[in-house]
Nanobody, 127 residues
Framework: QVQLVESGGGLVQAGASLRLSCLAS????????MGWFRQVPGKERELVAA????????YYADSVKGRFTISRDNAANTLYLQMNNLKPEDTAVYCC????????????????????WGQGTQVTVSS
């Protein structure tokens, strides 16, 4: 089992930056594709960014390209999401997610494969 704990959310003004962190349990983090999702009430959960287990490939939703950066520190079992130039439409609950360990690295951007979830952290961007 994979347990995920996010931190770093908060209330900021438009144009500000936040960095989300996700600490994962277990010894298989370095072989686990990881992602960040966000959800707004009444809307479908959206895959915002994803990263291959090796860190060599990343995916971004069009809405965040050029503003968000996903990264990972496999030695520290930690996933990050650097969010710059935040906009009010980025307001959501952000969840760290993991695919089953040892899933093919090519599937890192497939939102259907994620089945481990953190509790989520609220990000609110005021205009």
């Amino acid at each position: 089992q994979v347990q995920l704990v996010e931190s770093g959310g908060g209330l900021v003004q438009a144009g500000a930056s936040l960095r989300l962190s996700c600490l994962a349990s277990g010894r298989t983090f370095s072989r686990t594709n990881m992602g960040w999702f966000r959800q707004v009430p009444g809307k479908e959960r959206e895959l915002v960014a994803a990263i291959r287990w090796s860190g060599g490939s990343t995916y971004y939703a069009d809405s965040v390209k050029g503003r968000f950066t996903i990264s990972r520190d496999n030695a520290a079992n930690t996933l990050y999401l650097q969010m710059n130039n935040l906009k009010p439409e980025d307001t959501a609950v952000y969840c760290c997610a993991a695919q089953p360990p040892y899933t093919n690295g090519d599937r890192y951007s497939d939102h259907r494969v994620y089945n481990y979830w953190g509790q989520g952290t609220q990000v609110t961007v005021s205009s």
